[in-house]
């Protein structure tokens, strides 16, 4: 009978340690942490505002908060109406009470008026009140896209291009001429950040001046000064790569060679599509197959082939011209912006006669507003939440079982003890 105490007394003793610690994970922390008092927008630009809070403390001012949930509207968000505001994403980790915060929030739409409403969560589950409700307004665009890396490229004795780049979408124009005046233009209306502009009809061995133009989506123009370009003689090859001078070759005068060229399949980017891959075939010209680094191959600056390329590929190339090329559909999409309906693809790469692109124009299908992609993520985040507050109240109720086991191997202790040993 002793040693049947000495168990129990034993097993009592352990369920009073973990009872006795049981509590600190579900009944240490039951207070919410302070509401944020100050949200603000700070600043702003044409298609972002700054936000800035002081954080707030997990218990009063002190401690750290576990997340945020910071939410915004396009209309006014009223007290008591913060949860039916589109949910942002993206919030900071929090920073200790009393420390200042800052959060920018991007591809919002110009001179518009947006909403901003927050709350916090510590680690224990506690929700906070929403903080004070805040606006902030984007501004006016005023400045004109900034005009760089602009270049003459592939000039033969006749003809040539215009390349250059802008920060933000906006029209291309050239006019060039053999003077200051000009009197030659080529146009192109769509909104790009890729330039290139034809020039032909030229003269050999003739300086051209040139000046170029590009207009934003509101109306805010860029002019370049003026620069220059000089054709080849008649007697000169053309120039199909830029980037080496000494690839140049004397050669009797001829109609232009050509220039690198692709073709992507499918030919639409649907970004409803569950396909895996999209492939390209690469026809090089002649004079500029050999030595292709086929690591500095990127589609639009940052997309790579998936495929491993063998030393054989280099030997199909220099035979045939052709390079067959395979991405991930998913990273080509990622580079589609909202609200478009046609992008251009741009494969750039290096040989051993020097820098080359080609390009292809694809349409896109299924394609969403700036709109729809929040409210999707905005389904995709309220969906986590949810299913995070399941496990936790599953995990929970295994532990309040736990506890009453305990309870109820303590009270038998008890009755046990009593029967034995009578006061």
Do not use: C
């Amino acid at each position: 009978m002793f040693r049947f105490l000495r168990i129990l007394q034993t097993a009592a003793l352990m369920g009073a340690l973990f009872v006795a610690r049981a509590p600190a994970v579900d009944a240490a922390d039951t207070a919410p942490p302070d509401p944020v008092e100050d949200l603000r927008a700070a600043t702003s630009t044409d298609a972002t505002i700054t936000l800035a809070w002081t954080a707030p403390g997990d218990d009063g001012k002190s401690g750290t908060v576990s997340s945020y949930d910071l939410r915004m509207a396009a209309y006014k968000i009223l007290t008591g109406e913060e949860l039916t505001a589109p949910i942002v994403g993206g919030e900071p980790d929090p920073r200790p009470g009393g420390e200042t915060q800052t959060m920018e929030v991007k591809g919002l739409k110009i001179q518009t008026k947006y909403w901003f409403v927050m709350k916090s969560q510590d680690r224990a589950g506690n929700i906070a009140k929403f903080s004070n409700i805040a606006m902030g307004e984007t501004k006016l665009d005023t400045t004109g896209p900034l005009i760089e890396k602009v270049k003459a490229v592939d000039l033969t004795h006749n003809s040539g291009r215009i390349v250059w780049v802008t920060h933000e979408p906006a029209t291309s124009e050239l006019n060039y001429g053999e003077t200051e005046g000009y009197g030659q233009r080529a146009l192109a209306s769509s909104l790009v950040t890729e330039h290139s502009l034809p020039v032909g009809g030229l003269a050999p061995d003739t300086t051209y001046h040139y000046v170029l133009k590009s207009i934003d989506q509101y109306g805010n123009a860029t002019e370049t000064v003026n620069m220059t370009f000089q054709t080849l003689a008649s007697s000169t090859a053309p120039i199909i790569f830029s980037g080496h001078t000494n690839a140049q070759a004397t050669a009797s005068a001829g109609p232009p060679k050509p220039a690198a060229s692709i073709v992507f399949s499918p030919t639409t980017i649907n970004l409803k599509s569950r396909a895996t891959w999209m492939t390209a075939v690469l026809k090089m010209p002649a004079g500029g197959r050999a030595g292709m680094k086929f690591d500095a191959l990127r589609v639009n600056g940052t997309v790579k082939p998936t495929q491993a390329f063998a030393a054989s590929t280099q030997t199909v190339l220099n035979r045939y011209g052709t390079l067959w090329l395979r991405f991930r559909r998913a990273d080509i999409a990622a580079l589609v912006p909202y609200e478009v309906s046609a992008l251009i693809l741009t494969l750039t790469g290096e040989t051993a006669t020097g820098t080359f692109s080609a390009a292809q124009t694809l349409k896109v299908a299924n394609n969403i507003t700036q709109a729809e992609w929040e409210r999707q993520q905005a389904l995709k985040k309220e969906a986590f939440e949810k299913d995070k507050a399941k496990r936790m109240s599953a995990v929970q109720k295994q532990i309040d079982a736990l506890k009453q086991q305990l309870e109820a191997l303590m009270k038998k202790f008890e009755s046990l003890q009593a029967e034995q040993f009578p006061l």
